[in-house]
């Protein structure tokens, strides 16, 4: 399974077709259901390339002059900047960017980490199986549609009849696709309830792997904020385009499903490209330097995606991943009145370049036997000796977590930290020996994770299927 597939280590494309035909825009927006496929090679395979779409503004105006039909001239007139010009796009508030949602892995895992976050854990209010599949065939047409700049519904936002609600909610009237990616997950108790009772007819297709993750050290989990049947992950370069999406895809599984907790996140505390600088998180330390890349592809392959033959229940699950969400409350005004020596201890690097205490600069490879006068340079305890494959069987995952700061507490701190999103080929043996020894290090004196979730991520949908269709087949 080729980790360049779905385009998602590739550079923003230029294009400006959305279809076979070249058909873009006015049409799409105002007529019936024509969801604009992602272009395809000929091979049938998504195109490498993430593309530029077309502001929902643009296509707006668009059809407001009376051009619809005029189709394949509208998106060269109304595309715009590569992303390498993003700084430039910015400033004249045209840049537009999209990710094909169609291909072999979903969106949203090694794609370049986005800068914003809406994340949605949602539970299942009905027990027909009938209704799952409508819905998650419902949201994957809504996915396909706003991931590329489009509404939620084919109808629009300001269209339709007058006397029902729209079909999109609106609020995302004018913004282009900004690197949206909407990633799906299924949460253990889709197969089995609390009590063991199959569901859906889905129980003997549960994966091993996927079961609550047990209690860690320190552990303080708030239920309101943990598990769930399904998950989506929604990821985007604008938060108003993040959260309309969820808001759409909640608004769609009304009656279905209802939202059992969700999460902003900004500043993405990693990242997942060689090409992205390393961002920071809320201790001010340099965030994802040695995550998983996407460019690693034989490291992606081994440690991030679902190989064949990896559980004879569970062939759906193959080339798809396992998702761990972990909220983590940071005490951060006790680490602001920390000595920056003890911070760096802490983390075993500097706080200025990120570093390894041991020496060279932000990518050199740690030396846990160097030696410094008063003992090993990066201390034992520290979070990446801790957290560092030498000492993990040599397992790695692929970090997408992003900081929150969801208000103050009653005390006056930040209620702040990070919202920790890791992908892995499984979390038996990727995460949950990890996060045993990292409950332990010096780092977890000053952390508490507050919520916690489990999801096996399908693989990539292909267009005319939904999004985990074989695991009802
Ligand atoms: C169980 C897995 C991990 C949790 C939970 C976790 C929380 C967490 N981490 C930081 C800050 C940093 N983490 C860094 C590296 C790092 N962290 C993990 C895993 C977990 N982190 C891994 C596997 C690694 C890489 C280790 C390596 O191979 O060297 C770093 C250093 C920079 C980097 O490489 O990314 C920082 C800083 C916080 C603040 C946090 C919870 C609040
Ligand atoms: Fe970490």
């Known amino acids: 399974m080729s980790t360049e597939q779905n385009g998602q280590t590739g550079q923003y494309g230029q294009t400006g077709q959305h279809g076979p035909t070249g058909q873009e825009g006015p049409t799409a927006r105002t007529g019936p259901e024509q969801l604009p496929p992602d272009p395809v090679t000929t091979a049938g395979e998504p195109a490498a390339e993430p593309r530029r779409g077309v502001s929902r503004r643009g296509l707006l105006g668009a059809a407001g002059v009376g051009v619809a039909g005029v189709g394949a001239g509208i998106a060269g007139t109304l595309a715009v900047e590569h992303r390498a010009d993003a700084g430039a796009a910015a400033a004249t508030g045209t840049a537009v960017s999209s990710y094909p949602f169609w291909g072999s892995h979903q969106a949203g895992i090694v794609t370049p980490a986005q800068d914003w976050l809406h994340f949605a854990a949602f539970d299942l209010t009905s027990s027909r199986r009938e209704d799952l599949v409508a819905l998650l065939t419902a949201w994957t047409a809504a996915a396909a549609r706003m991931t590329q ?3 939620a519904g084919p109808v629009g936002p300001t269209s339709g009849d007058y006397a029902a609600p729209p079909d999109d909610t609106g609020e995302a009237i004018g913004l282009p696709p900004s690197g949206l990616t909407l990633t799906f997950g299924f949460g253990p108790t889709l197969f089995r309830d609390a009590r063991g009772r199959d569901r859906f007819g889905l ?42 999406a969820i808001r759409n895809l909640a608004r769609i599984g009304f009656g279905t499903v209802a939202v059992r907790w969700s999460q902003l996140g900004f500043g993405r505390t990693s990242a997942t490209t060689t090409g992205q600088a390393t961002p920071r998180n809320l201790f001010g330390f340099k965030d994802g330097t040695a995550n998983v890349k996407a460019e690693e592809t034989l490291d992606v392959d081994r440690h ?26 940071m005490d951060i005004e006790i680490w602001d009145r920390q000595a920056l020596s003890e911070q760096e201890r802490v983390i075993g690097r500097t706080k200025a370049e990120g570093a390894p205490l041991s020496g060279g600069t932000e990518f050199s490879a740690p030396n846990f036997s160097a030696q410094g006068a008063a003992g090993p340079l990066i201390d ?32 006056g701190r930040l209620d702040a930290g990070l919202f920790f999103l890791a992908y892995v080929t499984d979390p038996r043996t990727h995460y949950i020996p990890v996060q045993n020894k990292v409950s332990r290090d010096a780092m977890a004196e000053y952390v508490q994770h507050t919520g916690s979730g489990l999801f096996a991520i399908p693989p990539g949908v292909q267009q005319g299927q939904f999004v985990g269709q074989a695991l009802f087949a």
């Open 149 to 151: 700049g489009h509404g």
């Open 203 to 244: 129980a003997d297709r549960q994966p091993d792997a996927l079961r609550e993750l047990p209690q860690f050290p320190g552990d303080n989990l708030d239920p309101a904020r943990s598990g769930g049947d399904l998950c989506i992950q929604a990821c985007a370069d604008d938060p108003q385009v993040a959260v309309h």
């Open 304 to 329: 991030v995606w679902v190989p064949h033959g990896a559980d004879a229940r569970a062939g759906w699950l193959e080339g798809g991943s396992y998702l761990v969400a972990r909220r983590i409350s």
């Open 380 to 411: 034992t305890t520290s979070h990446v000796h801790q957290a560092h494959p030498d000492v993990n069987r040599g397992v790695r995952m692929l970090r997408r977590g992003y900081n929150f700061v969801d208000g103050s507490t009653g005390l």
